[in-house]
């Protein structure tokens, strides 16, 4: 394990990483939302799950910093009385959940398909790819919104709370595999006519290993990328559906859903319900954003100055 460990120490991405500023920023500051919003039952100060630990008395109190703001509740509550500060740990947790799940979702679909597609050409190719076409013509949001729509109207708001978070990662999961299939299905189309594959195929190696042995480890690159932007996309297509009441829940919040219990106060003065839930999720897309950037620029080898 430490011959793999040092090796990657010695790689060009960590070399590349330790002499960006802007990389090394923005991977602390998703490294410490990450970090708390999973240590959440350990570290927020209250438990916005647990009913006997919500006063609706205490509803809308301003930030600790603010007039009539309590010490104890120092990014003020929300209109149910619940602590800003522990219900954004919780609901950064269940927005990170389902951006990682929906994205790997993605990328086992996609990459699956986009191998098919590149190393067998002819018909299976066209007709993979007119598929990715169509999925393509339709936006995630539109998708996700009927699909939604639909469950909660046939099986009711009770059993779509139950199952929401699996329903955002299918939904979201399953509208967004063409970008993964597209890339992988280019890498594959000039990866497979490469001395290595016909030296596979004369040993006497299956195509499906041929594939996901020694064809699929040269498109990590591209995929790396694709993953980080389609991460910050998964997030940002939640807290949309959440923001228009088809995502989580009021009593299992995400960025979202608190962006959305707290817009209807925003003009009212009680502007912190909506705002730091806001400022959250802006500042989470935005450094995973800079990363995607960053690995794009890194891993291409004709923008190399040294």
Request: charged residues 15%; neutral net charge.
């Amino acid at each position: 394990m430490s011959k793999y460990w040092q090796a990657f120490q010695a790689s060009h991405l960590v070399y590349r990483f330790q002499r960006d500023r802007v990389a090394m920023v923005s991977f602390a500051v998703l490294l410490i939302i990450v970090a708390l919003s999973f240590s959440a039952p350990l570290i927020a100060p209250y438990d916005p799950y647990d009913p006997m630990q919500i006063d609706i008395m205490n509803a809308e109190m301003a930030p600790a910093w603010s007039p009539g703001g309590e010490a104890q509740f120092w990014l003020g509550t929300d209109a149910q009385g619940r602590d800003i500060f522990s219900t954004i740990l919780y609901g950064a947790r269940i927005s990170l959940t389902i951006g990682f799940c929906a994205v790997l979702l993605q990328c086992v679909l996609g990459v699956t398909i986009g191998l098919v597609a590149g190393y067998f050409g002819g018909r299976i190719d066209s007709f993979l790819m007119r598929v990715a076409d169509i999925q393509l013509s339709f936006s995630t949001l539109m998708v996700a919104i009927v699909v939604l729509a639909v469950f909660q109207s046939a099986f009711g708001t009770e059993l779509y709370s139950d199952l929401a978070l699996f329903m955002l990662v299918l939904v979201i999961g399953i509208a967004e595999w063409p970008q993964y299939a597209r890339t992988v299905r280019a890498s594959v189309l000039s990866e497979k006519k490469k001395e290595y594959v016909d030296a596979a195929r004369v040993i006497g190696l299956g195509s499906g290993r041929t594939m996901f042995r020694h064809i699929l480890p040269n498109t990590f690159s591209p995929m790396l990328v694709i993953s980080t932007v389609q991460v910050a996309n998964a997030i940002m297509s939640e807290a949309a559906l959440s923001f228009l009441g088809l995502g989580m829940p009021v009593n299992r919040p995400s960025l979202g859903s608190l962006i959305n219990s707290g817009f209807e106060y925003l003009l009212s003065g009680a502007w912190w319900i909506t705002a730091f839930p806001a400022l959250v999720l802006v500042m989470l897309v935005f450094v995973i954003n800079l990363l995607g950037d960053w690995l794009r620029d890194v891993l291409n080898p004709k923008l190399y100055k040294d």
